[in-house]
Structures are given as C-alpha cells and as structure tokens.
C-alpha cells in the first residue's frame, strides 16, 4: 500500500520549519549582517567605556564595551532599560589613530569613513576591531537615534 503524499509533505516541512528555527534563533540582527562586523561571538571580558562613550537614553543605560584581555575589540550593549523595538549598533572609523587613545570628534572619525555594525534589535551587537581605531555606541529608542561619542582604544 502507497503512503499519501501529503503525509511526506508534511513531514518534510516540519523539518524544515524546525531547522529554519534553529538557525533563526541565535540571529538577533534586524539588517546585519557579519560583513558588517569583525568579530563574531568574541569572548571575553568587555568593561564599559565612560567618558561619553556609554550613555543614558530614555531610561536606557547603553555602553561601548571593549574587551579588556587582547584590547581588540569594542560592541555596545544595552544594559539596562531595553524595550521591544530598541535597535543598537556600533560604528567603527576607516580612519586609524595610531598614536592616540581617548574622545575624538565626530569630524575626525567619519574623516576617512565609517562602518556601522548592526543595528541589532537584541540586547548587544557583535563586535569591532578597535586597536587605533574609534568606536562608538548607537542606538534607535523610541524613534530616535542617540549616540555616544566616539573613543579610540
């Protein structure tokens, strides 16, 4: 006796919904894609960075990190506050500032370029190749877009 079609059909489709789910699950990106960013799932030990680099917005509390142990990485994160719509990203400068370390000016760093990695509609961004280069955290709330200033590490 010949099994009906559609039981196949079924079958086939369950699995393909199922592993569609798994490989939608770990991508929190709204458009991003690993083009845009240098270090997918870096481990590590990421402290914020203050000076204006990290803020606060609309009772969100959102910080550029870098990863403290090899200093080669930046992300942003939203550490607190976060709501449903929320999108965060991190920009990175074409341009590198080898022999400097602190706050430049948004004129200096979009001088040569810029990349932005993200946005992302979870909680934080992958990362950024930081070394001579600066970063910044942003971040869409509520319909408007607020970011830090941009820190070279």
Do not use: H
């Amino acid at each position: 006796m010949k099994k009906p079609r559609t039981g196949r059909v079924i079958a086939a489709s369950a699995v393909m919904v199922s592993t569609g789910a798994l490989l939608l699950v770990p991508a929190s990106a709204a458009s991003a894609t690993e083009d845009d960013c240098d270090g997918i799932a870096v481990v590590g030990v990421f402290r914020a960075v203050e000076s204006g680099a990290s803020f606060t917005f609309r009772d969100r509390r959102v910080e550029l990190q870098n990863e403290s142990a090899l200093d080669r990485y930046s992300r942003a994160e939203i550490k607190s506050g976060r709501r449903a719509g929320d999108r965060l990203w991190v920009d990175r400068s074409f341009r590198s500032f080898p022999d400097f370390k602190g706050v430049v000016t948004d004129q200096q760093a979009k001088r040569d370029g810029w990349k932005m990695c993200g946005p992302y509609t979870g909680s934080r961004t992958q990362s950024v190749f930081n070394a001579n280069y600066a970063a910044r955290a942003c971040g869409e709330f509520d319909g408007i877009t607020k970011c830090g200033k941009w820190w070279v590490d």
